[in-house]
T-cell receptor, first 109, second 113 residues
Framework: RKEVEQDPGPFNVPEGATVAFNCTYS??????FFWYRQDCRKEPKLLMS???SGNEDGRFTAQLNRASQYISLLIRDSKLSDSATYLC??????????FGGGTRLMVKP | ETGVTQSPTHLIKTRGQQVTLRCSSQ?????VSWYQQALGQGPQFIFQ???????GRGNFPPRFSGLQFPNYSSELNVNALELDDSALYLC????????????FGPGTRLLVL
């Protein structure tokens, strides 16, 4: 079983749609969590950190449920430019990042 | 741009050969981590260097080794290359006071034939 699991998708959605991605992690000792965005053939870039209280950055909302070991990302009003792979990431106490396999999003006109 | 640079951008090697990949960290960052990303998968942690010493290692064999230099730049060396070593190799730098944020370089794409 992978330490961080994600639905690989692809999620094909029309512009303006709301889309949600989920992720589960198995290491209960994980310290903090992130969503990274990776465009095709590019490096991952930090999208946002994820907190138990939930956090929002514009159209993006992230949520962490430590009891269920579950992380989510909600994207509202999808744009064509949101098309990318979204990587769920857990950081352990030693600062090692464990990435999920990524969820591919394609936003269509 | 993150300020993290990697060289070369692309590389083709044959099985059994050795390769050295290089990474220059962002200014002020003293920690460098290396990741391997196979096609269609998420990055996998190889190891991390802090102050020229290995500071954590993932599930990779000893033929994957590294170095960090006094200017915090780093090298990843892979000996006895195998076909499965074909991947994008990413380095990420961070500061010791803000380990939360790792800044990735553009990666080196390695193809082993």
């Amino acid at each position: 079983r992978k330490e961080v699991e994600q639905d690989p998708g692809p999620f094909n959605v029309p512009e303006g749609a709301t889309v949600a991605f989920n992720c589960t992690y198995s290491n209960s000792a994980s310290q903090s969590f992130f969503w990274y965005r990776q465009d095709c053939r590019k490096e991952p870039k930090l999208l946002m950190s994820v907190y138990s209280s939930g956090n929002e950055d514009g159209r993006f909302t992230a949520q962490l449920n430590r009891a269920s070991q579950y992380i989510s990302l909600l994207i509202r009003d999808s744009k064509l430019s949101d098309s990318a792979t979204y990587l769920c990431v857990a950081r352990d106490a030693g600062n090692m990042l464990t990435f999920g396999g990524g969820t591919r999003l394609m936003v269509k006109p | 741009e993150t300020g993290v640079t990697q060289s070369p951008t692309h590389l083709i090697k044959t099985r059994g050969q050795q390769v050295t990949l290089r990474c220059s960290s962002q200014s002020g960052h003293n920690t460098v981590s290396w990741y391997q990303q196979a096609l269609g998968q998420g990055p996998q942690f190889i190891f991390q260097y802090y102050r020229e010493e290995e500071n954590g290692r993932g599930n990779f064999p000893p033929r994957f080794s590294g170095l960090q230099f006094p200017n915090y730049s780093s090298e990843l060396n892979v000996n006895a290359l195998e076909l499965d070593d074909s991947a994008l190799y990413l380095c990420a730098s961070s500061s010791r006071t803000d380990q939360e944020t790792q800044y990735f370089g553009p990666g080196t794409r390695l193809l082993v034939l």
